[in-house]
């Protein structure tokens, strides 16, 4: 239930600020509840995740891309993250998590997301992701424009462009997997 709580706080709290531009970063402030941790009494690795999408909500009303998908009936899809743990959050501490759009290409948009308690950075990564329509992913050079924002993506920094590298090759060695267990799976 704790989450449908954070979703409704998240969105109403969106709703009344003021409108971003991408290259703008948002910041919310959490604390970490008994029903986000695991077993070792930590934040639960997916409980990031599911954070970051609160962060990500917050991006797409305030910079009006919410409403857009809403009008044109598109999808939201991820398509991928990766995460690196350096600190633990624990019970009760208070966190704040930065969110920022990193760059885009053609489909895909790629954000990074920080954890930091007390100045110290816990957690960091990305996450991609798009709109789709009937016909597949919308192009981001029918976003962006409508959003009044129509300039290049910033260049992405080395990091990203190392998980956009690995993240090509997981996907390639998912569809050769899939080749061959498709091959293998009787009907």
């Not at 009344?16 to 402030?29: M, T």
């Not at 990091?159 to 009907?187: Q, S, V």
Request: net charge positive.
């Amino acid at each position: 239930m704790n989450l449908y709580f954070r979703l409704l706080l998240t969105f109403i709290k969106a709703w009344r600020a003021p409108r971003i531009q991408p290259e703008e970063s948002v910041e919310l402030a959490f604390r970490v509840l008994p029903t986000d941790l695991d077993l070792n009494g930590h934040m639960n690795n997916g409980r990031y995740l599911t954070m970051v999408d609160l962060a990500l909500a917050t991006v797409f009303v305030r910079s009006g891309f919410f409403r857009l998908a809403r009008e044109r009936r598109w999808g939201l899809v991820g398509g991928g993250s990766v995460v690196y743990f350096r600190r633990a959050l624990t019970l009760f501490q208070k966190y704040r998590l930065r969110f920022t759009v990193a760059g885009w290409d053609e489909f895909w948009t790629y954000s990074r997301f920080e954890f930091i308690r007390g100045g110290e950075l816990c957690a960091n990564g990305f996450v991609k992701g798009a709109a789709s329509d009937a016909r597949g992913l919308v192009p981001n050079a029918q976003i962006y424009p409508v959003l009044g924002y129509d300039v290049p993506s910033p260049e992405f920094p080395d990091d990203l462009k190392a998980w956009i590298a690995a993240d090509r090759l997981l996907g390639e060695r998912t569809k050769a997997a899939n080749g061959r267990i498709g091959a293998l799976t009787p009907n």
